[in-house]
């Protein structure tokens, strides 16, 4: 199974102006500069689908993005099946007033927390800095509100920038991690395997 479309959707401040809970979304979420953008652009092979900026923390915005699928499995599936990824808020680095980031992280733990269709979560991680506190607390927090038909990913990023013997540690200390390079395309079968495997079965 494979991504053969993928086309942006629409941007929501909150669950209120979000599109309708009628398709299994995966929620991307990570620091600000973990490579989230780039990660979506090579997953979807879709060059500039998702903006990445030079400011780190200027995306504030919930960006939803259709995805289509297709089988070539006579096994009964449909051939296309669809899916929507999420891109979220980067946090760590935003440089904004108190007030509006108050009102982002509530926007965006609203969305966590409370979104029927959300199947899946893959927290990015730079695999320079795997042992982050911030990232050790977004993971309690997924832990906590996580329900039984949720999926938590680990998928660290940039691991070409990592030596062969470190890249073998990390890989060592989590069994279940996904390890990806944009630049090198290492990784991307894993991840999307990952997804459809998930929302569909193999």
């Given at each position: 199974?494979?991504?053969?479309?993928?086309?942006?959707?629409?941007?929501?401040?909150s669950?209120?102006?979000?599109?309708?809970?009628?398709?299994?979304?995966i929620?991307?979420?990570?620091?600000?500069?973990?490579?989230?953008?780039?990660?979506?652009?090579?997953?979807?092979n879709?060059?500039?689908?998702?903006?990445?900026?030079?400011?780190?923390?200027?995306?504030?915005?919930?960006?939803y993005?259709?995805?289509?699928f297709?089988?070539?499995?006579?096994?009964?599936?449909?051939?296309?099946?669809?899916?929507?990824?999420?891109d979220?808020?980067?946090?760590?680095?935003?440089?904004?007033s108190?007030?509006?980031?108050?009102e982002w992280?509530?926007?965006?733990?609203?969305?966590?927390?409370?979104?029927?269709?959300l199947?899946?979560?893959?927290?990015?991680?730079?695999?320079?800095?795997p042992?982050?506190?911030?990232?050790?607390?977004?993971?309690?927090?997924?832990?906590?509100?996580?329900?039984?038909?949720?999926?938590?990913?680990?998928?660290?990023?940039?691991?070409?920038?990592?030596?062969?013997?470190d890249?073998?540690?990390?890989?060592r200390?989590?069994?279940?991690?996904?390890?990806?390079?944009?630049?090198?395309?290492?990784?991307?079968?894993?991840?999307?395997?990952k997804?459809?495997?998930?929302?569909?079965?193999?």
């Amino acid at each position: 199974m494979r991504i053969v479309d993928a086309s942006f959707m629409q941007s929501a401040q909150s669950i209120s102006d979000s599109p309708g809970p009628d398709v299994a979304e995966i929620a991307f979420l990570g620091r600000s500069n973990v490579g989230k953008s780039s990660l979506l652009n090579t997953l979807t092979n879709r060059k500039g689908l998702a903006k990445s900026s030079s400011t780190p923390g200027k995306t504030q915005l919930i960006n939803y993005f259709n995805i289509k699928f297709k089988t070539d499995e006579e096994n009964g599936m449909p051939p296309d099946l669809f899916a929507r990824f999420v891109d979220l808020p980067g946090f760590g680095y935003a440089k904004v007033s108190k007030s509006l980031k108050a009102e982002w992280n509530k926007n965006l733990t609203n969305y966590l927390e409370q979104r029927p269709n959300l199947q899946m979560f893959i927290h990015l991680i730079d695999a320079r800095h795997p042992e982050l506190e911030i990232d050790k607390n977004v993971d309690e927090f997924l832990e906590k509100i996580k329900r039984g038909d949720q999926l938590i990913v680990h998928a660290f990023t940039k691991t070409d920038k990592l030596k062969q013997n470190d890249l073998a540690k990390l890989k060592r200390e989590y069994p279940e991690g996904i390890f990806i390079s944009n630049l090198k395309k290492r990784g991307i079968s894993d991840l999307q395997n990952k997804i459809t495997g998930y929302l569909f079965g193999n």
